[in-house]
């Protein structure tokens, strides 16, 4: 898969993504906090998003966990194997950004946009990282959504390492992007 360097928050941050995505703020609203991007070829999304770092969660894998079930429940979804409900693992980052960075992986049923769950519900492979950026109190979050089946070929819209690259692409090129003097 192509990747292309993007801009993201007004160049304030940038990543490599799949060239083929598409802002979804040209076709939707989408909250300050939170970059959304869609696969036209799929249904698949890659969603950045900027949080207040969660306090009472004080490592980073537990902010992983905690985050990535708090995502399942605000797309008011549920896991789909409680007993192995999330696989986690720690990536490398660049010492730049100051962060320490876990990553999970689930499956969840899900409707889309305001469908009935138990009507329309979809199985999405969700991978999840959270970078704990300590020094500014965010936890910055990098979300794909891949819905199982929706690409024509059955094969996943990222791999595992694909997605382990895009954490790892990302850098900080105005720290004014989380207010104060940072």
């Known amino acids: 898969m192509t990747v292309a360097r993007r801009e993201l928050y007004g160049g304030a941050m940038l990543m490599e ?9 040209a076709i939707r609203q989408v909250p300050d906090h939170q970059m959304v991007y869609v696969d ?6 890659v969603i950045v998003e900027l949080l207040e770092l969660e306090a009472q969660v004080e490592q980073t894998r537990d902010a992983a966990l905690f985050h990535a079930r708090v995502y399942v429940r605000d797309c ?5 194997d409680a007993n192995n ?38 199985r999405v492979r ?3 990282a959270v970078l704990r950026i300590t020094r500014v109190d965010t936890d910055l979050l990098l979300i794909v959504n891949d819905p199982i089946g929706s690409q024509s070929d059955n094969l996943p819209f ?14 900080i090129a105005d720290w004014g992007l989380f207010g104060g003097d940072s």
């Not at 993504?17 to 703020?25: C, G, I, Q, V, W």
């Not at 490398?92 to 962060?99: D, F, I, R, T």
């Not at 990222?158 to 850098?171: A, E």
């Open 17 to 25: 993504l799949p060239e083929r995505m598409l802002d979804a703020s």
């Open 40 to 45: 036209p070829q799929g249904d698949a999304s």
């Open 76 to 80: 008011g979804g549920e896991l789909v």
């Open 85 to 122: 409900e999330l696989l986690s693992a720690q990536i490398e980052v660049s010492p730049e950004l100051h962060a320490s960075c876990w990553m999970v992986e689930a499956t969840m049923n899900a409707a889309k946009f305001n469908e009935d769950p138990s009507l329309h519900a979809q």
């Open 126 to 128: 969700v991978m999840l």
């Open 158 to 171: 990222l791999t595992m390492r694909q997605f382990q690259d895009m954490v790892k692409s990302i850098t």
